[in-house]
């Protein structure tokens, strides 16, 4: 059960749920448990696939977007969006899936925070998008409530009566209720916030936002204190299912993922870590501007941190209580963090995935000679010359969430954290597989090269004529993830 993370969104949607983190735990389980998913891989995801939109574009135009051919392409990259709208809104076929007439074993929908798992479910999602569609949808080029789309193909794929008032919460209770739960992964908290980076504001909750579903509320950062209530509420009802254990992770810092690019008014870099300013990650360092560009400071960044420990902390104090193991995914998260000036006793890098990168040959160069995996936080950067990897990699497209070798390395510390509770795994996590499907690494978007180009090209809004929808598709990508997200008309 859980958000983004726990369904294996990355690259700005969800597709490939058999590379999520609790499906390569499943898959180390070994060939006799099998791990009931929901499917997402039709139109190549929902709301969007970069690293398929990247590639369509490299099919169609080559290994470059210039100022002859960028017209043509973003028409080609709004006729793509256009189809992918309409299936996904079910104008082409119907998306209910009569087939899975249980609840799926994977309870994860994108977008959720705390609250959100016992208090939506599929009918309330129906009726949401059907009372919520945008007069002006030529400006929403991305599927019209996506998550909630999401939400229903999760909670309840029929779209029958039976499961239509189940929330992830009830869901639960139908598996527990059969033979009981032996490994419950609740990985929730991330949402409650990534508003801040999401729309580069830091709007604190107030008690109107508490245990009120996403759509009505309004801050982008829920207080400690507040937190700690909505967390201990559902620590409450996973403690009154039939489970054997119950694993919850720590969070980490929102200003570790290369969504926000750091920016210093100096040429030093930060000693602390900690940049003078924080930016979308498709604004380069030149070209921001403090009065022009959305954006949040050091202090900002400094505070988000220290509320995210908070959080933790809360974590860590709850857990102890209700007997769950914590899963110390922050802590190995900011060991892969290259800025982080921290002294750290961990490795981040397995010796297995080190030795499988290490054989794949469209990955070995990836080795320095020290023996360590030239593989990092940053946003993924090709290099010109070789076409081959030269930063990032643990991030995906959208710079928010895992690659796949991300989700391979948060499989490995939830196993490792398992096999002290005495879990029992069959296999080391598939190192080769986990690779072989990281396409990004493996054979990269020649478009990547120029990563500036790209990103700016993809960020134009209807301002420049040149795409044909009202925000650029990188913002209104990155607004998915903001509660209550608005599209806005823009004025010609």
């Known amino acids: 059960m859980g958000d983004s993370l726990a369904q294996g969104f990355k690259n700005g949607g969800i597709y490939r749920t058999d590379l999520s983190f609790p499906a390569l735990l499943s898959r180390a389980m070994g060939d006799d448990i099998q791990m009931n998913l929901p499917s997402f891989s039709a139109q190549a995801g929902i709301p969007i696939n970069m690293e398929i939109l990247v590639r369509g574009l490299e099919d169609e135009f080559g290994d470059e977007i210039n100022l002859f051919n960028s017209v043509q392409a973003g028409h080609h990259v709004y006729s793509t969006l256009k189809r992918i709208k309409s299936y996904w809104e079910g104008q082409m076929i119907s998306l209910k899936n009569e087939d899975q007439q249980t609840p799926y ?71 527990s209720n059969d033979g009981g739960i032996e490994n419950l992964i609740a ?26 579903p996403f759509n009505e509320r309004r801050c982008t950062v829920f207080r400690p204190d507040h937190f700690e209530q909505e967390l201990r509420t559902l620590y409450e009802k996973i403690s009154e299912l039939n489970t054997k254990r119950v694993f919850v992770p720590t969070i980490p810092y929102v200003t570790i993922p290369p969504a926000i690019r750091g920016v210093n008014l100096g040429d030093c870099a930060p000693e602390d870590g900690y940049f003078d300013y924080y930016s979308r990650f498709w604004i380069w360092d030149e070209d921001f501007n403090p009065d022009k560009h959305p954006h949040l400071t050091r202090d900002d960044a400094i505070k988000l941190d220290e509320i ?52 794949n040959p469209k990955t070995s160069f990836m080795i320095n000679e020290m023996g360590e995996p030239n593989i990092s936080t940053d946003y993924l950067r090709i290099n010109e010359k070789t076409g081959k990897v030269e930063k990032g990699g643990i991030f995906s497209l959208d710079g928010l969430h895992p690659s796949t070798v991300g989700y391979g390395l948060i499989a490995n510390i939830y196993k490792m954290s398992m096999e002290k509770r005495g879990v029992k795994f069959k296999n080391e996590i598939d190192w080769d597989f986990v690779i072989e499907n990281e396409t990004l690494l493996t054979d990269p ?48």
């Not at 010796?351 to 054989?359: N, Q, R, T, V």
Request: hydrophobic share 40%; with cysteine.
């Open 105 to 175: 074993h994977n309870q994860a929908v994108w977008g959720f925070s705390i609250s959100d798992s016992w208090l939506l479910n599929e009918k309330f999602c129906r009726e949401f998008i059907r009372n919520n569609k945008p007069q002006y949808s030529v400006f929403s080029v991305l599927p019209d409530q996506a998550m909630y789309t999401t939400a229903r193909l999760v909670l309840n794929p029929t779209f029958g009566k039976i499961f239509e008032n189940h929330s992830q919460i009830d869901n639960l209770k139908v598996l």
């Open 187 to 212: 990985c929730l908290g991330h949402n409650n916030i990534i508003g801040a980076v999401t729309k580069m504001k830091i709007e604190f909750s107030e008690e109107n936002d508490l245990n009120v």
């Open 308 to 359: 995210v420990d908070q959080y933790n902390h809360s974590i860590k104090k709850l857990a102890d209580e209700y007997d769950f193991v914590v899963v110390p995914v922050a802590r190995y998260v900011q060991a892969a963090a290259r800025r982080r000036h921290l002294p750290e006793t961990i490795s981040p890098f397995p010796d297995g995935f080190i030795e499988a990168l290490k054989k």
């Open 445 to 492: 978007p020649k478009l990547l090269h120029n990563l500036r180009l790209l990103l700016r090209f993809l960020a134009l809004g209807r301002q420049e004529k040149l795409m044909m929808f009202g925000k650029g598709l990188l913002q209104e990508m990155v607004e998915v993830f903001s509660s209550s997200p608005k599209v806005e008309e823009e004025h010609q």
